[in-house]
């Protein structure tokens, strides 16, 4: 059986935006089921004051994503924007050395975790428990989460049913959206054409007579569609590399999947499972996604 945590209204500072390698603004998906994941791992080796491991079997099946607020940190000139990057200190010789650069962002998030194998009664315990981790040693998207406010009114578990999201709001979750990139492919077009002409604005002019015209500004999609970084797709096989961190674990190199997703507010969903991403493998995607398809984009 399955229950759901919320984490409700986690702050975090300074996470990674650089969701990929051409997008930037809100963290990967990838990011959160990553950090669920590491709760997991976290909570099956949990013990209480006397030595007693009470989530051995619990599993974190998935995680459901919903922005209150985010602050990019950037500086804005007009239509362009510039990151706030970091200066490292000098060397030897007095010049900076090189470095990648930081998207960062501040962001207010709350979290539902997908559960399963939790045990009857232990309801107190994994709240008490994932606020000890949360203070403890956990991050997010490489952000650091701050002190909760109160435990009772941030950790709570609820159940799957609609009137259960509105303790989401005021919150946009996020949603995916591949079936627009799908739809567009199969119409001829390319995966980068796809994306583009969905996220594009087309500028479009009445003309009023006399010399007097109507601007109107539309996109091709209703809703607040965005690029999201989802996953991976392999290129090489798995091997093992030279100075890879693990000696003993296969590794690949791979690349960022990219697709679209919707921010909608969490009251036009129907169920809390409607929302949970979920990991999904085939052959060489790994990728995070709310749907269960033969193909993945």
């Not at 004051?49 to 989530?55: G, L, M, S, V």
């Not at 601007?215 to 991976?232: D, E, L, M, N």
């Not at 674990?249 to 919707?262: D, K």
């Amino acid at each position: 059986m399955k229950r759901y945590l919320l984490i409700k209204q986690l702050q975090v500072q300074n996470a990674n935006a650089l969701s990929s390698p051409f997008t930037y603004g809100f963290p990967a998906v990838t990011a959160f089921l990553g950090f669920s994941h590491a709760l997991q791992r976290h909570l099956n080796r949990y013990v209480n004051q006397d030595a007693e491991a009470y989530f051995k079997k619990l599993i974190v099946s998935g995680v459901g994503i919903a922005c209150h607020t985010l602050a990019m940190q950037d500086y804005q000139s007009q239509y362009e924007s510039t990151l706030k990057l970091t200066a490292n200190p000098l060397d030897k010789d007095g010049n900076r050395p090189s470095f990648v650069e930081e998207g960062r962002c501040h962001l207010t998030v709350s979290l539902v975790l997908e559960l399963e194998n939790l045990g009857n009664g232990l309801e107190d315990e994994l709240v008490e428990a994932v606020a000890d981790l949360l203070m403890g040693r956990m991050k997010l998207a490489g952000g650091d989460i701050l002190p909760l406010r109160g435990i009772s009114q941030q950790l709570m578990l609820i159940p799957n049913e609609k009137k259960s999201l509105r303790s989401l709001m005021p919150s946009y979750v996020l949603m995916e959206r591949r079936d627009l990139m799908v739809e567009a492919m199969q119409s001829g077009q390319d995966a980068l054409d796809a994306l583009h002409g969905a996220l594009q604005l087309n500028h479009t002019c009445t003309d009023l007579g006399e010399g007097k015209g109507q601007w109107q500004t539309s996109r091709t999609h209703k809703g607040w569609i965005v690029p999201i970084a989802t996953g991976f797709h392999a290129l090489t096989p798995a091997s093992i590399a030279e100075n890879q961190r693990d000696s003993s674990t296969p590794h690949r190199f791979a690349e960022s999947v990219v697709t679209l997703g919707e921010f909608k507010m969490p009251i036009r969903c129907e169920t809390v499972s409607e929302i949970i991403w979920r990991y999904q493998q085939d052959g060489d995607l790994y990728l995070c996604t709310q749907q269960v398809a033969e193909t993945s984009i």
